[in-house]
């Protein structure tokens, strides 16, 4: 695997997206699994379905109209759910629906034979190309900005919003940038693990690490790292083995979250056990 990755510009490609989907998976992930906006996330890449098929449709990069769709979707849920009664779970729900029969539909009426979309769906990340990769490190970097510059707002933001709103920090402002994230950091993840598994490798990762620690940046941090460990990984093995990379990389994550929990509560256990003698 290490000679074929200084051999195989695919095998480049591959892995500097697993290391820039991790950096975006820690940071956004941990977000995410803080504000309680999984089915949210779920919602936003379901809707990406839609502009990749249009993307095909007028033959032009489906990657550009998947991150249109995601970015319309989410900005789209934060207005309606201000302006009216209607429930968040609600609108994610008819959004999910309407962005996968628009893609559906962009897909049937696309002239010629009908393309592949298992990547989009499932995740390959061996057919990363040139242009995808420098998209998903342009908007990677922009994330990292985003929350380096404003980390101690979205500190605020994350565990008191009703304080961080009492002393002047505009939290509207934050859950529009937050909302942005979210849609950027499905796109990006969409070659990696799909549209279907996306949000599995924005919650494992963050949710092993709070098992042990609650500290935003430790979280953040560490989830990036287990990211890595868990992309690197999923690429080499479905590589040598010619199986699904998507499916490899969530088989892991998912095995490693088990794992340390069963781990954590066996160590819980004996401490108790210990303890009581």
Known sequence: MIEALFKYTFLQNAFLTAVFASIVCGIVGTIIVEKKL???SGGIAHVSFGGIGLGYFLKFEPIFGGIAFAILAALGV???RKRSNTNEDTLISMLWAAGMAL???FIALTPGYPPDMTSYLFGDILTVNALYLRVMIGLSAAVL???TLLYSYWKMYLFDEEYAGIIGIRTSTLEFILYLMIAVSIVILIKVVGIILSIAMLTAPPAIVKLFTNRLSRVMIGAGILGIM???AGLTISYQMN??????????AISAYLLAFLGKKAM???????VTK
């Open 243 to 252: 199986i699904p990379s998507g499916a490899t990389i969530i088989l892991l």
């Open 103 to 105: 893609g559906i539909l």
């Open 230 to 232: 868990f992309n690197l």
């Open 145 to 147: 900005l985003i929350v």
């Open 38 to 40: 999984v089915s949210f």
């Open 268 to 274: 819980i256990t004996l401490l108790n056990h210990k």
């Open 78 to 80: 934060a207005q309606i």
